[in-house]
């Protein structure tokens, strides 16, 4: 059984920046794609960001792409996602969650493991 915890959200100003990390446990994590989701009080969970196993590929949203970046550390099984230039929009619980073998899906039920989420609220 995968174990995702999510951490690093807050409050920050718009044009701010924020680090998210998720540290994964109890099952394989290097040899799959991992992805960062997010879902806004009466929307829909949406991918935001997701990389490989090899961490040789990338994928982000149109709307966060050129100012989040998806990194993992197999070495930690910690996978984080570096945001800046945040804007109110970006407001939401963030979710990390394990993806397939091999593709990066924008999907979620293409992953199969899911953290708890971790709050970011950007104030204008």
């Known amino acids: 059984q995968v174990h995702l915890a999510e951490s690093g959200g807050g409050l920050v100003q718009a044009g701010g920046s924020l680090r998210l990390s998720c540290a994964a446990s109890?099952?394989?994590?290097?040899?799959?794609?991992m992805g960062w989701f997010r879902q806004a009080p009466g929307r829909e969970r949406e991918f935001v960001a997701g990389?490989?196993?090899?961490?040789?590929?990338?994928r982000y949203d149109d709307s966060v792409k050129g100012r989040f970046t998806i990194s993992r550390d197999d070495n930690k099984n910690m996978v984080y996602l570096q945001m800046n230039s945040l804007k109110p929009d970006d407001t939401a619980v963030y979710y990390c969650?394990?993806?397939?073998?091999?593709?990066?899906?924008?999907?979620?039920?293409?992953?199969?493991?899911w953290g708890q989420g971790t709050q970011v609220t950007v104030s204008s």
């Open positions: 990389i490989i196993w090899s961490a040789s590929s990338t």
């Open positions: 969650a394990r993806g397939p073998r091999f593709g990066i899906p924008s999907y979620s039920s293409e992953y199969t493991y």
């Open positions: 109890g099952g394989a994590f290097s040899t799959y794609s």
